[in-house]
């Protein structure tokens, strides 16, 4: 039996995330999950402080407006995210599976730590200030939830979280 690895993602893994991700199990033959969150529902002070420090004032003015995609466009997002995730575990020579699920995302990876019997997660996000500072983000809350190791990786780097 293939040991199974879960990836939560808030956005496209780029081909070095695939590597990353590869790179930790190099000699093992395994089987990634990979889920998103369709995001319709962003915190608001979390999200306007992300917004302010990477200098993206006009986002923060859109959040602040409450401007959110609706039900139908984060569901639409969440799946061009999946469907290109998977083609790049493909092109890295890996098959993977994966689903998009609701805006909170932990009860979905704690279902899927269930039911694939998975052996570990990894949580692929970008820096979030305010979330990862007061241990509110993904990985913070699932390290509490499941009973399984948990990794936090930022997009684009080699940096943990």
């Keep these: 039996m293939t040991d199974t690895i879960l990836v939560l993602i808030e956005d496209t893994l780029a081909p070095v995330d695939v590597q990353h991700l590869l790179a930790l199990h190099e000699d093992e033959e395994l089987a ?7 995001d319709s529902d962003r915190p608001l002070l979390p999200t306007i402080v992300d917004n302010l420090g990477l200098g993206e004032i006009k986002g923060a003015l859109e959040r602040l407006r409450g ?4 039900e139908r ?16 575990f493909a092109a890295a020579g890996r098959t993977a599976t994966g689903e998009v699920v609701d805006d909170d995302p932990l009860p979905a990876l704690r279902a899927a730590a269930t039911a694939q019997d998975a052996r570990e997660v990894a949580i692929v996000t970008y820096p979030h200030a305010w979330l990862d500072t007061f241990h509110r983000d993904w990985a913070s809350r699932a390290r509490e939830d499941l009973r399984i190791p948990v990794l936090h990786l930022y997009s684009g780097t080699s940096e943990l979280g």
């Design 67 to 70: 401007k959110e995609p609706t």
């Design 73 to 88: 466009e984060a569901v639409a997002t969440a799946a061009e995210q999946l469907a290109t995730t998977l083609a790049e």
């Design 32 to 38: 990634y999950h990979v889920l998103v969150p369709a």
